[in-house]
């Protein structure tokens, strides 16, 4: 593997691209997790399609910088129709972006049987924005990608404050004089920038998995804004890299979507805490802390020790955990621990 990378400088050229992609989608994807906006990024990447077939149409050039305008144009209105119809709308959130997602797509569609006779050899390059298609990433596409994910990665380090108190404490944010509506335009221009940026390599349905499954991700490992930001940076990183080097020969940006997908289900399974393995690890050992402990439990209840055996008192004595007084037994400081611990779920 190692050596196809050294001898394919165009492989080299792909990795670079979808590895700063994976790192910045994996970034916008936490706040857009903590949001409770994860259909946000599928509905802009699918309001994506309409804006590049009309870029295209409009100027018949089918460079990247023109199709990357027309679908920012697209995403812009999109979010500004959403934005709208929530406030003055009744209709749901998820209703709304379901809406809208489908709809443009549907457009993109249509747009894309309008110029089938006339589009030619673009044709081609115009519907690989669908699933994308990494491998005709180019050294100057890569720069132009770099410079655009650089500018998202500078705003969230300047606005990193601004962003944290917004997300957890809008209220409070706002009440110390700072504007939400501001705030709120930055993180939806900056979700625009990296969904747009990704379309050509991962593709208009793929891009929302890239940007939400690394978020999700790390938030079933860490409770920690910052150690969030960095798993999820990381998640996206190395779904990109791997991605990439086993879909040479295949559509690669659903393999990508693979591997993050993958990171989510794995960590279903086994994140400390969250996961159902770890769940349920913790619900075994809490019945038998619940069956070794029930005594002493039952003396913290009532004060009564007949029940308890002589060996069990010898027992929980030598551990520290019932004393005498006045000929009486009691818990001790280490025995209230214990049997509070066990109360509160803590199966240690």
């Not at 394919?8 to 910045?24: D, F």
């Not at 004393?323 to 209230?336: A, E, R, S």
Request: proline share 1%.
């Amino acid at each position: 593997m190692l050596n196809i990378v050294a001898n394919s400088y165009t492989l080299r050229i792909v990795i670079l691209g979808i590895a700063l992609l994976g790192v910045v989608s994996g970034v916008m994807g936490v706040f857009i997790t903590l949001r409770k906006q994860s259909l946000i990024g599928d509905a802009l990447s699918h309001a994506a399609l309409p804006g590049i077939i009309l870029a295209y149409i409009i100027t018949e050039n089918a460079s990247l910088y023109v199709l990357i305008f027309g679908a920012f144009f697209a995403a812009v209105i999109s979010i500004v129709l959403i934005e709208s119809i929530k406030k003055y709308s009744i209709i749901k959130n998820d209703a709304l972006l379901a809406i809208i997602l489908s709809s443009m797509f549907g457009l993109g569609q249509v747009l894309l049987s309008i110029i089938r006779d006339t589009a030619g050899q673009d044709q081609a390059r115009l519907k690989s924005f669908i699933f994308g298609q990494a491998a005709i990433m180019s050294l100057k596409d890569v720069f132009f990608l770099g410079i655009i994910l650089s500018i998202i990665l500078v705003v969230v380090l300047l606005f990193w404050r601004h962003l944290k108190l917004f997300i957890f404490d809008r209220s409070y944010y706002q009440s110390l004089g700072f504007s939400g509506f501001v705030i709120n335009i930055i993180i939806n221009a900056l979700t625009i920038l990296v969904v747009v940026s990704g379309i050509q390599s991962v593709g208009v349905i793929l891009m929302s998995a890239l940007l939400i499954a690394p978020g999700v991700t790390a938030r079933l490992w860490s409770h920690k804004l910052s150690i969030n930001v960095f798993l999820s940076a990381l998640i996206g990183l190395l779904a990109g890299v791997l991605g990439t080097l086993l879909g040479t020969n295949i559509s690669t940006g659903p393999v990508i979507v693979i591997f993050a997908s993958v990171a989510v289900f794995v960590s279903i399974l086994i994140a400390p805490k969250k996961g159902i393995l770890w769940r349920l690890l913790n619900q075994s050992m809490h019945r038998y802390q619940i069956k070794k402990y029930h005594l002493l439990i039952h003396l913290f209840e009532t004060d009564d020790i007949t029940r308890l055996k002589k060996k069990e008192i010898i027992y929980f004595i030598k551990n520290g955990y019932i004393d005498t007084k006045d000929n009486n037994y009691v818990l001790t400081p280490k025995g209230f621990k214990k049997v509070f611990s066990i109360m509160v779920g803590d199966s240690r």
